[in-house]
């Protein structure tokens, strides 16, 4: 039986809490890579400003507790921002459809890279 996926939206607390560290985990190390930009294309709700802000205020914590703060205090802002991603989840939050990097993968492919440059 193929495993069911749902929208953030429609997970339980707990389990919207295991995809929102998962998903926070991905972003830090975007934003350590300075690749944000497919996500913050796709930021209709301006969240990003909120979780950077919140990074850059933080940024002396270890990797490991500066995760953890970021997702007990932007859990909000995170399952704003990953609606907007369209992926979907397994009903506890373990998996995702597609794993973030395939995720962010996918979006680079369809970048028209010469509209991109102009």
Request: aromatic residues 10%; without cysteine; glycine residues 2%.
């Amino acid at each position: 039986m193929a495993k069911k996926f749902v929208e953030i939206d429609n997970l339980t607390p707990d389990a919207q809490m295991t995809a929102v560290k998962k998903f926070a985990n991905f972003y830090l190390q975007l934003q350590k890579d300075e690749n944000l930009d497919v996500v913050s294309e796709m930021d209709k709700k301006d969240v990003i400003t909120s979780i950077n802000l919140f990074i850059f205020d933080n940024i002396s914590f270890t990797h490991d507790e500066l995760l953890n703060r970021l997702v007990e205090n932007r859990q909000p802002e995170f399952v704003t921002l990953i609606a907007q991603t369209g992926q979907k989840f397994s009903e506890d939050g373990q998996a995702a459809e597609q794993t973030w990097p395939q995720w962010l993968a996918d979006r680079e492919k369809g970048i028209d890279t010469k509209e991109a440059l102009s």
